[in-house]
């Protein structure tokens, strides 16, 4: 059974970095795209980020491009998501989901249970 | 890239049906078969319910059931129970290779 176990979360001040990661079992991590989706406090789901199988394709939200970059390490079966930049707007809730099947279509199962991230001064 | 548009709220009694509708546009629901919806209790994560506008997961009742027509896909909830109230995600691949979500539907069983 897939499971899925994000870390790295907590309080950080603006402007400054961030590593998440993403702890895979259960499932051939290397067969599969992975996304990162965030959930700001009282709101909806924002997709962040996509990596595709192999980490060779990479696709982001407008919101986070340019200082978020998403990596995959299939030695480790782990999902990364690297945050520069912090803004206020970025506090929220990170899950990592795995793609439901090989290709990359946005389909998100399972999720992890998320880690917070608060950025605040 | 925009968000898909979800009705904020909808509820019914138990033993009713609910529909819950996701526009976007041709670049994304209209455009694909990767609609997908998911159901979020207070304080957990996320479930997928449907995939590719009208599949069911393995485990997922089958009192719930996807379409689509044009750039809306729907939800729909047969048999409410008390315990389908939480909120509901849709979700589209788009054109430029990224994922679109619905602002989220919170779902009151009455």
């Known amino acids: 059974q897939a499971q899925l176990v994000e870390s790295g979360g907590g309080v950080v001040q603006p402007g400054r970095s961030l590593r998440l990661s993403c702890a895979a079992s259960g499932f051939t991590f290397s067969n599969y795209g992975m996304h990162w989706v965030r959930q700001a406090p009282g709101k909806g789901l924002e997709w962040v980020a996509v990596?595709?199988?192999?980490?060779?394709?990479?696709y982001y939200a407008d919101s986070v491009k340019g200082r978020f970059t998403i990596s995959r390490d299939s030695s480790k079966n782990t999902l990364y998501l690297q945050m520069n930049s912090l803004r206020p707007e970025d506090t929220a809730v990170y899950y990592c989901?795995?793609?439901?099947?090989?290709?990359?279509?946005?389909?998100?199962?399972?999720w992890g249970r998320g880690t917070l991230v608060t950025v605040s001064s | 890239q925009s968000a898909l548009t979800q009705p904020a709220s909808v509820s019914g009694s138990p033993g009713q049906s609910i529909t819950i509708s996701c526009t976007g546009t041709s670049s994304d629901v209209g455009g694909y078969n990767y609609v997908s919806w998911y159901q979020q209790h207070p304080d957990k994560a996320p479930k997928l319910m449907i995939f590719d506008v009208s599949n069911r997961p393995s485990g997922v009742s089958n009192r719930f059931s996807g379409s689509k027509s044009g750039n809306t896909a729907s939800l729909t909830i047969s048999g409410l129970q008390a315990e389908d109230e939480a909120d509901y995600y849709c979700s589209s691949y788009t054109v430029a290779s990224t994922v679109a979500f619905g602002g989220g539907t919170k779902v009151t069983v009455l």
């Open positions: 989901a795995k793609e439901l099947t090989l290709i990359v279509v946005g389909c998100f199962d399972p």
């Open positions: 990596t595709s199988y192999d980490g060779n394709d990479k």
